[in-house]
């Protein structure tokens, strides 16, 4: 039953109220005076479609939420918006949240109608205790990190791409122009399911260890609705964790020690041993030569590309298993800063990934997801251009893309 226009403004002051908004911010983004949107929300004035598409992306809502049987005031970005009000602040993050939320819900309706449903059951949930301590973080994150690898079957192997991997636990990703500050968010919406974002202007390593810090989030945190994360707030007590979580599911500690024993080093300098007989016991101290178990940095170059993470990402957790002692660390640490660590990847032939194609990747699903449903008559041309636009591309950019499908916008689809 369509509702009335008193619901609907009641509906659009409820939804402006939870996300901490003033009446003149939504009548600044309307375009209408302060006034003019007070009787849109008494319900005696009535608003456009155009209009209530507007407030619906102010929102961060789907606009099918405010003419719907019923309306929950509670969504993901209002959940931040209490949450996290000092990040939410921003406008240049709040503007990129609705953008998220927005590419989101359509990632989510275009799967929907191609016929790919995401069953929330298979992710993983660890209901812990707040961590009390630094310490107790990198227990928790460690402990929680071991535990889904041996849920998944992983082994202490390297992992596969991080966004295959979260796809396949039902999580939707993407990769966003995000603030420089921020690393990733993860959000969880009745509409649009587990959705985790990853900066698109970050390396792709950087990019790879931030959806595994957001995986933490995904199966710890999922009763906060949303978390951003930023540099800033790398102390927060539920970052650490998931600092600690990305490092041990990215570089296992039984994965690196197999692999540096690989190499020839990771022994104790000095080992001992003891026979026993009834006679008693013999010990044995054993040493290895100097110099030989000094770890290098071509072998933190042959680490980092095996695991798939950054150079000082493996420095980092070397130290943390005391393969190196903190003088070593730092002067690795400065070869690398010098340059060193990528000229001799490259001298060993160890190529990186091309970053501007790691980029493209969400592009290119979100795409062909859009060019299915559009192929199906499921979408318009009209929203096929929306789509398309939302991703940065243009209207030339898709007609050359139908022309190079052989996808005749004009043409009947259900004919033959």
Known sequence: MPITQQELGRRIREARESCRMTQEDAAKHLGVSRPTFVQIEAGNRSVSSIELDKLAYLFGRDIRE??????????????????????????????????????????TNLERLVGIDRDSATV???PLPAPKNRWEAIQQGQRLAEEERRRLGLGFAPLPDMTELLESQSVRTA??????DVSGLTLSDRNVGLFVVANREHHYLRR???????????????????????????????????????????????????????????????????????????????????????IQLYDVVQLAHHFGVSRVAALFRMRNLRLLTEAELEHLKSLEEEGKGKLLAQSLGLEEPDHEEMRGRFKRRFLGLALEAFRRDEVSHGKLRELVAMIGLSDDHLERLLDDAGIDPNADSSSP
């Open 124 to 126: 993983a949930s660890y």
């Open 208 to 294: 790879r260890f931030s959806f595994a810090h957001e995986y933490s989030h995904v199966v710890a945190d999922r009763d906060r609705f949303g978390l951003i994360s930023r540099a800033s707030d790398r102390d927060d007590l539920v970052e650490v964790r998931a600092n600690a979580f990305a490092a041990n599911l990215l570089m296992p500690e039984d994965g690196v020690r197999q692999y540096v024993a690989g190499l020839g080093k990771g022994k104790p300098s000095r080992a001992y041993a003891e026979v026993f007989d009834e006679a008693g016991t013999l010990s044995v101290e054993g040493r290895s030569a100097p110099g030989t178990q000094t």
């Open 175 to 180: 990769v966003v122009e995000l603030p420089e």
């Open 66 to 107: 405010f003419v719907a049987d019923s309306f929950d005031g509670e969504d993901a970005l209002s959940a931040l918006f209490r949450a996290q009000s000092e990040v939410t602040g921003d406008p240049q993050v709040l503007e990129k949240l609705r953008e998220c939320m927005a590419i989101g819900r359509e990632l």
